[in-house]
Protein backbone atom coordinates (compact mmCIF):
# COMPACT_ATOMS: atom_id res chain seq x y z
CA UNK A 1 0.00 0.00 0.00
CA UNK A 2 2.90 2.45 0.60
CA UNK A 3 4.24 2.06 -2.79
CA UNK A 4 0.96 3.25 -4.12
CA UNK A 5 1.81 6.71 -2.62
CA UNK A 6 5.00 7.38 -4.13
CA UNK A 7 3.74 6.55 -7.79
CA UNK A 8 4.59 6.64 -10.02
CA UNK A 9 8.29 6.65 -8.86
CA UNK A 10 7.93 3.51 -7.29
CA UNK A 11 9.01 -0.18 -7.49
CA UNK A 12 5.52 -1.35 -8.10
CA UNK A 13 6.45 -5.05 -9.18
CA UNK A 14 8.91 -5.75 -7.07
CA UNK A 15 9.36 -8.82 -5.29
CA UNK A 16 11.06 -9.43 -1.95
CA UNK A 17 12.68 -12.70 -1.13
CA UNK A 18 13.52 -13.89 2.23
CA UNK A 19 16.96 -14.79 1.36
CA UNK A 20 17.56 -10.55 -0.10
CA UNK A 21 19.41 -8.74 2.98
CA UNK A 22 19.25 -4.96 2.92
CA UNK A 23 22.22 -4.49 1.63
CA UNK A 24 21.11 -6.10 -1.56
CA UNK A 25 18.42 -3.88 -2.35
CA UNK A 26 21.54 -0.97 -1.72
CA UNK A 27 23.87 -2.59 -4.64
CA UNK A 28 20.62 -2.73 -6.86
CA UNK A 29 19.92 0.84 -6.11
CA UNK A 30 22.15 2.15 -8.37
CA UNK A 31 21.06 -0.01 -11.24
CA UNK A 32 17.38 0.84 -11.21
CA UNK A 33 18.35 4.43 -10.02
CA UNK A 34 16.20 4.08 -6.83
CA UNK A 35 17.01 7.08 -4.20
CA UNK A 36 15.49 5.53 -0.68
CA UNK A 37 14.23 2.18 0.36
CA UNK A 38 11.54 2.07 3.06
CA UNK A 39 11.82 -0.92 4.87
CA UNK A 40 9.35 -2.19 7.74
CA UNK A 41 10.02 -4.77 10.10
CA UNK A 42 8.30 -6.14 13.25
CA UNK A 43 8.91 -7.53 16.66
CA UNK A 44 7.57 -8.91 19.67
CA UNK A 45 8.01 -5.62 20.85
CA UNK A 46 7.64 -3.28 18.38
CA UNK A 47 6.63 -2.72 14.65
CA UNK A 48 8.80 -0.22 13.22
CA UNK A 49 9.75 2.00 10.12
CA UNK A 50 13.08 2.60 8.72
CA UNK A 51 13.69 5.19 6.16
CA UNK A 52 17.06 5.26 4.02
CA UNK A 53 18.68 7.54 1.63
CA UNK A 54 21.26 5.53 -0.87
CA UNK A 55 23.90 4.50 -1.43
CA UNK A 56 25.20 6.62 1.79
CA UNK A 57 22.34 7.58 4.25
CA UNK A 58 21.35 8.97 6.28
CA UNK A 59 18.45 6.54 8.20
CA UNK A 60 15.84 7.58 10.34
CA UNK A 61 14.07 4.77 12.28
CA UNK A 62 10.18 5.37 13.59
CA UNK A 63 8.44 3.16 16.14
CA UNK A 64 5.39 3.10 14.16
CA UNK A 65 2.34 3.50 17.01
CA UNK A 66 -0.38 3.25 14.44
CA UNK A 67 -1.56 1.93 11.18
CA UNK A 68 -4.31 2.04 8.98
CA UNK A 69 -4.70 0.00 5.81
CA UNK A 70 -6.34 1.84 3.17
CA UNK A 71 -9.16 -0.72 3.07
CA UNK A 72 -10.44 0.36 6.19
CA UNK A 73 -10.79 3.38 5.03
CA UNK A 74 -12.19 3.27 1.39
CA UNK A 75 -13.84 1.04 -0.61
CA UNK A 76 -11.80 -1.58 -3.30
CA UNK A 77 -13.47 0.20 -5.97
CA UNK A 78 -12.60 3.62 -4.90
CA UNK A 79 -8.57 2.45 -4.29
CA UNK A 80 -8.85 1.05 -8.47
CA UNK A 81 -9.75 5.07 -9.32
CA UNK A 82 -6.64 6.28 -7.73
CA UNK A 83 -4.77 8.49 -9.24
CA UNK A 84 -0.83 7.66 -10.52
CA UNK A 85 0.17 10.71 -10.80
CA UNK A 86 3.20 12.43 -8.16
CA UNK A 87 1.00 13.44 -4.80
CA UNK A 88 1.63 17.26 -3.42
CA UNK A 89 3.48 17.17 0.02
CA UNK A 90 2.40 18.78 2.53
CA UNK A 91 4.54 19.01 5.77
CA UNK A 92 3.08 20.56 8.83
CA UNK A 93 4.80 22.25 12.11
CA UNK A 94 8.80 20.95 11.03
CA UNK A 95 11.43 24.12 11.76
CA UNK A 96 13.23 25.21 8.82
CA UNK A 97 16.82 25.51 10.24
CA UNK A 98 16.64 23.42 13.23
CA UNK A 99 17.05 25.65 15.96
CA UNK A 100 13.50 26.03 16.88
CA UNK A 101 13.20 23.20 19.66
CA UNK A 102 9.20 23.47 20.09
CA UNK A 103 10.04 21.99 15.81
CA UNK A 104 11.65 19.31 16.40
CA UNK A 105 15.11 21.28 16.57
CA UNK A 106 17.97 19.19 14.15
CA UNK A 107 16.40 16.16 14.84
CA UNK A 108 13.28 17.58 13.34
CA UNK A 109 15.13 19.07 10.35
CA UNK A 110 16.71 16.04 9.00
CA UNK A 111 13.06 14.32 9.45
CA UNK A 112 12.08 17.04 7.16
CA UNK A 113 15.07 17.20 4.48
CA UNK A 114 14.63 13.33 4.29
CA UNK A 115 10.63 13.26 3.72
CA UNK A 116 11.12 16.29 1.25
CA UNK A 117 13.35 13.94 -0.75
CA UNK A 118 11.04 11.46 -1.30
CA UNK A 119 8.69 13.55 -2.92
CA UNK A 120 9.64 14.83 -6.56
CA UNK A 121 9.90 19.07 -6.55
CA UNK A 122 7.33 21.28 -7.90
CA UNK A 123 7.42 24.23 -9.53
CA UNK A 124 4.83 26.04 -8.96
CA UNK A 125 4.89 28.61 -12.20
CA UNK A 126 5.30 25.62 -14.46
CA UNK A 127 2.86 23.15 -12.65
CA UNK A 128 -0.03 21.46 -14.60
CA UNK A 129 -2.69 21.33 -12.19
CA UNK A 130 -4.69 18.41 -14.18
CA UNK A 131 -1.87 16.51 -12.73
CA UNK A 132 -2.02 17.17 -9.22
CA UNK A 133 -4.54 14.81 -7.85
CA UNK A 134 -3.19 13.46 -4.17
CA UNK A 135 -1.50 14.99 -1.04
CA UNK A 136 0.29 13.36 0.97
CA UNK A 137 0.19 15.45 4.69
CA UNK A 138 3.16 15.21 6.69
CA UNK A 139 2.56 16.98 10.56
CA UNK A 140 5.15 16.60 13.42
CA UNK A 141 4.45 16.99 16.78
CA UNK A 142 5.83 16.29 20.59
CA UNK A 143 4.17 13.15 21.99
CA UNK A 144 3.83 12.41 25.35
CA UNK A 145 6.41 12.68 28.00
CA UNK A 146 8.04 9.18 29.55
CA UNK A 147 9.40 8.98 32.43
CA UNK A 148 13.53 9.43 31.63
CA UNK A 149 11.22 13.25 31.21
CA UNK A 150 11.96 12.93 27.40
CA UNK A 151 9.46 14.04 24.88
CA UNK A 152 9.33 11.59 21.42
CA UNK A 153 9.00 13.49 18.08
CA UNK A 154 5.79 12.10 16.83
CA UNK A 155 4.90 12.18 12.88
CA UNK A 156 1.34 11.49 11.26
CA UNK A 157 1.42 10.37 7.90
CA UNK A 158 -2.04 11.35 5.92
CA UNK A 159 -2.36 10.84 2.12
CA UNK A 160 -5.49 12.49 0.37
CA UNK A 161 -7.61 12.18 -3.00
CA UNK A 162 -8.25 15.97 -4.60
CA UNK A 163 -11.38 16.27 -5.82
CA UNK A 164 -13.82 19.03 -7.37
CA UNK A 165 -17.36 20.78 -6.80
CA UNK A 166 -19.12 23.24 -9.46
CA UNK A 167 -19.50 26.06 -7.03
CA UNK A 168 -22.39 29.36 -8.30
CA UNK A 169 -24.99 26.90 -9.73
CA UNK A 170 -28.25 25.80 -8.48
CA UNK A 171 -27.93 22.87 -5.96
CA UNK A 172 -29.69 20.53 -8.22
CA UNK A 173 -28.07 21.79 -11.14
CA UNK A 174 -24.92 21.41 -9.23
CA UNK A 175 -25.37 17.60 -8.51
CA UNK A 176 -25.94 17.01 -12.10
CA UNK A 177 -22.35 18.73 -12.56
CA UNK A 178 -20.27 16.65 -10.07
CA UNK A 179 -21.90 13.82 -10.68
CA UNK A 180 -22.53 13.32 -14.66
CA UNK A 181 -23.49 9.74 -14.31
CA UNK A 182 -26.88 9.40 -12.83
CA UNK A 183 -29.82 7.37 -13.09
CA UNK A 184 -32.83 9.25 -14.55
CA UNK A 185 -34.83 6.17 -15.09
CA UNK A 186 -37.59 7.42 -12.51
CA UNK A 187 -37.58 11.08 -13.82
CA UNK A 188 -39.85 12.02 -17.21
CA UNK A 189 -36.78 14.01 -18.02
CA UNK A 190 -33.71 16.03 -16.63
CA UNK A 191 -35.70 19.14 -15.81
CA UNK A 192 -38.08 16.49 -13.96
CA UNK A 193 -35.20 15.76 -11.67
CA UNK A 194 -33.91 19.04 -11.38
CA UNK A 195 -37.42 20.57 -9.76
CA UNK A 196 -38.07 17.13 -7.78
CA UNK A 197 -33.86 17.39 -5.98
CA UNK A 198 -34.23 21.15 -5.79
CA UNK A 199 -37.08 20.77 -3.53
CA UNK A 200 -35.91 18.03 -1.44
CA UNK A 201 -32.13 19.26 -1.02
CA UNK A 202 -31.53 21.81 2.24
CA UNK A 203 -30.07 24.66 2.41
CA UNK A 204 -26.75 23.13 4.69
CA UNK A 205 -26.38 20.69 1.70
CA UNK A 206 -23.48 20.49 0.34
CA UNK A 207 -22.01 23.47 2.27
CA UNK A 208 -17.90 23.50 1.93
CA UNK A 209 -15.47 25.03 4.08
CA UNK A 210 -13.92 28.18 4.20
CA UNK A 211 -10.94 28.61 2.32
CA UNK A 212 -11.73 26.04 -0.44
CA UNK A 213 -12.93 27.86 -2.71
CA UNK A 214 -11.49 28.65 -5.24
CA UNK A 215 -11.41 30.13 -9.30
CA UNK A 216 -9.06 27.86 -11.50
CA UNK A 217 -6.14 29.35 -12.91
CA UNK A 218 -5.80 26.67 -15.98
CA UNK A 219 -8.02 24.12 -16.97
CA UNK A 220 -8.16 21.14 -14.18
CA UNK A 221 -10.08 18.05 -15.77
CA UNK A 222 -13.24 18.33 -16.96
CA UNK A 223 -13.78 22.22 -15.09
CA UNK A 224 -12.34 25.03 -18.18
CA UNK A 225 -10.21 27.70 -16.93
CA UNK A 226 -11.80 30.60 -14.54
CA UNK A 227 -14.67 28.59 -13.07
CA UNK A 228 -15.33 28.41 -9.62
CA UNK A 229 -14.90 25.45 -7.93
CA UNK A 230 -14.80 23.91 -4.54
CA UNK A 231 -11.76 21.37 -2.98
CA UNK A 232 -12.45 18.31 -1.20
CA UNK A 233 -9.86 16.31 0.26
CA UNK A 234 -10.96 12.67 0.73
CA UNK A 235 -8.50 10.09 2.88
CA UNK A 236 -7.74 7.28 1.15
CA UNK A 237 -4.69 5.38 3.17
CA UNK A 238 -2.90 4.59 4.65
CA UNK A 239 -2.87 5.72 7.33
CA UNK A 240 0.12 6.15 10.46
CA UNK A 241 1.26 7.51 13.68
CA UNK A 242 5.49 7.17 13.98
CA UNK A 243 7.34 8.41 16.90
CA UNK A 244 10.68 8.94 16.13
CA UNK A 245 13.61 6.27 17.86
CA UNK A 246 17.07 7.39 16.49
CA UNK A 247 19.38 9.02 13.01
CA UNK A 248 22.01 7.61 11.91
CA UNK A 249 24.74 8.79 9.45
CA UNK A 250 25.12 6.50 7.32
CA UNK A 251 23.13 3.40 5.11
CA UNK A 252 21.57 1.21 8.16
CA UNK A 253 24.98 2.20 9.80
CA UNK A 254 27.23 4.37 11.48
CA UNK A 255 27.43 7.61 13.90
CA UNK A 256 23.82 7.78 15.52
CA UNK A 257 23.43 11.50 15.81
CA UNK A 258 20.20 11.09 17.60
CA UNK A 259 18.64 8.33 20.03
CA UNK A 260 15.35 8.78 22.01
CA UNK A 261 16.24 6.58 24.70
CA UNK A 262 19.85 6.88 24.66
CA UNK A 263 22.21 9.64 25.48
CA UNK A 264 25.62 10.60 24.92
CA UNK A 265 27.97 13.50 25.60
CA UNK A 266 29.40 15.74 22.01
CA UNK A 267 32.49 13.88 22.81
CA UNK A 268 31.52 10.85 22.71
CA UNK A 269 29.32 11.34 19.44
CA UNK A 270 32.78 12.29 18.06
CA UNK A 271 34.28 9.79 18.93
CA UNK A 272 31.90 6.94 17.50
CA UNK A 273 31.99 9.17 14.34
CA UNK A 274 35.88 8.58 14.00
CA UNK A 275 35.31 5.39 14.66
CA UNK A 276 33.14 4.65 11.63
CA UNK A 277 35.14 6.98 9.83
CA UNK A 278 37.92 4.34 10.12
CA UNK A 279 35.91 1.76 9.68
CA UNK A 280 34.50 2.91 6.24
CA UNK A 281 38.11 3.78 5.22
CA UNK A 282 38.96 -0.03 5.86
CA UNK A 283 36.07 -0.94 3.81
CA UNK A 284 37.32 0.84 0.69
CA UNK A 285 40.81 -0.30 1.18
CA UNK A 286 39.87 -3.95 0.92
CA UNK A 287 37.28 -3.03 -1.71
CA UNK A 288 40.14 -1.44 -3.79
CA UNK A 289 42.41 -4.41 -2.99
CA UNK A 290 40.29 -6.84 -4.51
CA UNK A 291 39.58 -5.03 -7.49
CA UNK A 292 43.43 -4.87 -8.08
CA UNK A 293 43.80 -8.69 -7.31
Do not use: W
Not at 137 to 154: C, D, H, I, R, Y
Not at 185 to 214: A, H, R, T, V
Not at 235 to 263: C, D, N, S, W
Request: proline share 4%.
Amino acid sequence: EMRSVFHPYTASALKEQKRQKLEDYREAASIYHASHLLAFSMTDNKTALKICKFPNGPTITFKILQFTRANDLVSESSLNKISTNAPLLVMSGFGKDGQDEEKGGEPGRIISVMLQSLFPPINVNTINLSQCKRVVLFTLSKGEAQENGATPLVVEFRHYQISTRQRNVNKAIRRVVNRPTLNLGKYKDISDFILKQGGNMSDSEGEDLPGSQITLPQNYGSRLKNTQIALRLMEIGPRMKLELVKIEEGFLTGAVVFHQYIKKTDREIMEMKAKFKEIRKKKREKKQKKKEE
